[in-house]
């Protein structure tokens, strides 16, 4: 593993306490240049995970809180006309930054949500015509609480694809719990947290990332695991070639973490759940049964492991 991504890694510990996998994990979106989607209930630190990974670099974090009224342009910008100039001049929105942390985006209508869908997909924003294109680097990094919950619209199909992987952050144990409290008993760690690494440096993980091997049997590997999950028959909708790629780009970040220089099955099999299980539909009369990351696993048990 890096240096560079050690210090990273070390400085969101210091903060966030026994979520070492979700940590590296969001250090996988990264490092892979993908979106992070964090659902989980409220209070259990997905905010603060988002805030402890801006922090850490020295790149620029805006916000944006999702409401119901919230309108596509206070994300991406609007057109303002100027009368000195008589021309129309675009204002930038929150989008363009380095991580755009948005809270609750289930909160906000579909209509906005699908607001940001090219910007995570081509990293830039089209107004009037004309295209502006997002700093480098850029990752979204939205948080949501289940739907169950008042208030919220569960997201659509395709903006959950434009998500590179979904994870959820879960309950603390007693002990992690108590540490929780003792580190926040003053004033919460995140307020003095420093960069440990610059924005041009993470640009140059990233290039590392796409020099890791991947052979080609682990390659028939993935696409034997998206084949067996189309056909898998609790699921209305496998995952299309979008979760493919990002299953081989998460894998080789995940192998540059793990201090590999290459990547096998074993590492798939680690990081298939979070990228694939949000790209995929139950059945409507499966939903009551089995979960999508059930249906995931069961296809790696079944899926036959290159040698």
Same mark, same amino acid.
């Given at each position: ?25 969001? +250090? ?34 805006? @916000? ?15 057109? +303002?006309?100027?009368?000195?100039? @008589? ?19 289930? @909160?906000?209508? =579909? ?30 990094? !939205? ?9 919220? #619209?569960? *997201? ?33 760690? +995140? ?5 440990? +690494? ?6 140059? *993980? ?12 682990? *390659? ?15 699921? !209305?909708?496998?995952?299309? =070639?979008?979760?493919? *790629? ?13 201090? /590999? ?17 949000? @790209?995929?539909?139950? /059945?409507?009369? #499966? ?9 995931? !696993? ?10």
């Amino acid at each position: 593993m890096s240096k560079n991504i050690e210090k990273l890694i070390e400085n969101i510990q210091s903060v966030i306490v026994g979520k070492d996998g979700s940590i590296k994990l969001l +250090i996988v979106s990264l490092l892979a240049k993908g979106h992070l989607l964090i659902e989980d209930t409220p209070g259990l630190g997905k905010t603060i995970l988002a805030r402890a990974l801006s922090k850490s670099i020295s790149g620029k974090l805006n @916000r944006v809180q999702c409401t119901p009224d919230l309108l596509p342009s206070d994300v991406t910008g609007v057109s +303002i006309y100027n009368e000195q100039e @008589r021309s129309f001049e675009f204002n930038p929105g929150p989008i363009f930054t380095n991580i755009l942390l948005v809270d609750e985006i289930n @909160r906000t209508t =579909p209509r906005t949500q699908s607001s940001m869908l090219e910007a995570m997909a081509e990293q830039q924003v089209s107004s009037d015509g004309k295209t502006y294109k997002l700093p480098s680097p850029f990752m979204v990094i !939205a948080t949501q609480n289940p739907i169950e919950f008042h208030g919220t #619209y569960p *997201l659509p199909e395709a903006q959950l694809d434009r998500f590179f992987m979904r994870i959820s952050m879960g309950y603390p144990t007693i002990e992690d719990e108590i540490e929780i409290m003792q580190m926040q008993e003053k004033k919460h760690p +995140i307020e003095s947290l420093k960069p440990v +690494i610059s924005t041009d440096e993470l640009l140059e *993980l990233q290039k590392q990332v796409t020099d890791i091997k991947i052979d080609k049997l682990v *390659l028939e590997y993935i696409a034997s695991i998206m084949h067996d999950l189309r056909e898998h028959n609790s699921l !209305a909708y496998g995952a299309s =070639p979008r979760g493919s *790629l990002a299953l081989m780009h998460a894998s080789k970040a995940f192998a540059m973490i793990e201090k /590999k220089d290459f990547v096998d099955p074993d590492i798939i099999k680690k990081i298939a759940i979070p990228v694939l299980s949000h @790209r995929i539909v139950v /059945k409507p009369q #499966y939903i009551s049964s089995v979960t999508n990351e059930d249906i995931v !696993a069961d296809v790696l048990a079944k899926t036959k492991v290159p040698k």
